[in-house]
């Protein structure tokens, strides 16, 4: 443990990103811990944890990894997720169109169509289910809902070989932050599809993220420049 700070789990985490200069004048004794989330892009962040519920601490986490997405650029390279195995062999493929400073899965979406696999993109119900629609890239089959362009169309019953899932985080065990609400984890849950997140390189993260019991893994991770499976 660094400055005899004892290094267990706590039930829950709240962060704040702090320079390593000043973790001590910041520390509150008996009330924090503290932990390096080894980021590759954000190796000098530190993360100063107090034991809350893992709720608001996955509330704290989106905030964070929202606000160091505004300073990275768009990652939009991905052949490393084109040369996987899954993918060449895939024949129905989810995928989902990004937004704002999401991973841009354009390229994705065009390749896909390109080897003639079947596209599905993901529309939220109003039961808060999500369905898998697919797609022959005319935009006149999207709907924009809010921020996120969705398809018209009846949901896709089939076999689905590969889900690409966005994130806002991933851990070295699998684990998956979200943009909250858990839509994405009840897909996931029924399907038995191989499962690969998009993020930037600094997102994959050494320590172990707050998880609930409702929370999926996926079974890799692909940035631009590495692919990690679990």
Same mark, same amino acid.
């Given at each position: 443990?660094?400055?005899? !700070?004892?290094?267990? +789990?706590?039930?829950?985490?709240?962060? *704040?990103?702090?320079? &390593? /200069?000043?973790?001590?004048?910041?520390?509150? #004794?008996?009330? *924090?811990?503290?932990?390096?989330?080894? *980021?590759?892009?954000?190796?000098?962040?530190?993360? /100063?944890?107090?034991?809350?519920?893992?709720?608001?601490?996955?509330?704290? +986490?989106?905030?964070?990894?929202?606000?160091?997405?505004?300073?990275?650029?768009?990652?939009?390279?991905?052949? %490393? @997720?084109?040369?996987?195995?899954?993918?060449?062999?895939?024949?129905?493929?989810?995928?989902?169109?990004?937004?704002?400073? #999401?991973?841009?899965?354009?390229? &994705?979406?065009?390749? !896909? %169509?390109? @080897?003639?696999?079947?596209? %599905?993109?993901?529309?939220?119900?109003?039961? $808060?289910?999500?369905?898998? !629609?697919?797609?022959?890239?005319?935009? #006149?089959?999207?709907?924009?809902?809010?921020?996120? +362009?969705?398809?018209?169309?009846?949901?896709?019953?089939?076999?689905?070989?590969? &889900?690409?899932?966005?994130?806002?985080?991933?851990?070295?065990?699998?684990?998956?932050?979200?943009?909250?609400?858990? &839509?994405?984890?009840?897909?996931?849950?029924? $399907?038995?599809?191989?499962?690969?997140?998009? !993020?930037?390189?600094?997102?994959?993260?050494?320590?172990?993220?707050?998880?609930?019991?409702?929370?999926?893994?996926?079974?890799?991770?692909?940035?631009?420049?590495?692919?990690?499976?679990?």
């Amino acid at each position: 443990a660094e400055d005899g !700070i004892r290094d267990d +789990l706590v039930t829950g985490v709240q962060t *704040c990103a702090l320079p &390593i /200069c000043q973790r001590l004048s910041k520390y509150q #004794e008996g009330a *924090c811990e503290f932990r390096y989330f080894d *980021c590759f892009a954000h190796a000098s962040t530190l993360l /100063c944890i107090y034991a809350i519920t893992v709720d608001s601490t996955k509330r704290d +986490l989106r905030l964070f990894f929202r606000q160091s997405r505004q300073s990275q650029p768009v990652s939009r390279d991905w052949n %490393l @997720l084109f040369q996987t195995p899954e993918f060449t062999n895939a024949k129905v493929v989810a995928s989902y169109h990004s937004y704002g400073q #999401e991973p841009d899965t354009t390229e &994705i979406n065009s390749t !896909i %169509l390109s @080897l003639k696999k079947s596209l %599905l993109l993901p529309r939220v119900n109003n039961d $808060s289910s999500l369905s898998w !629609i697919q797609w022959d890239g005319d935009s #006149e089959n999207l709907v924009r809902r809010q921020n996120i +362009l969705e398809p018209s169309g009846m949901p896709f019953t089939g076999k689905i070989d590969l &889900i690409i899932t966005p994130a806002l985080a991933i851990d070295i065990r699998g684990n998956r932050l979200g943009q909250g609400g858990g &839509i994405y984890d009840r897909a996931l849950a029924q $399907s038995e599809a191989w499962k690969v997140a998009l !993020i930037n390189d600094h997102e994959f993260v050494s320590d172990i993220l707050p998880v609930e019991s409702h929370d999926q893994r996926v079974d890799a991770v692909v940035t631009p420049t590495r692919i990690m499976r679990f």
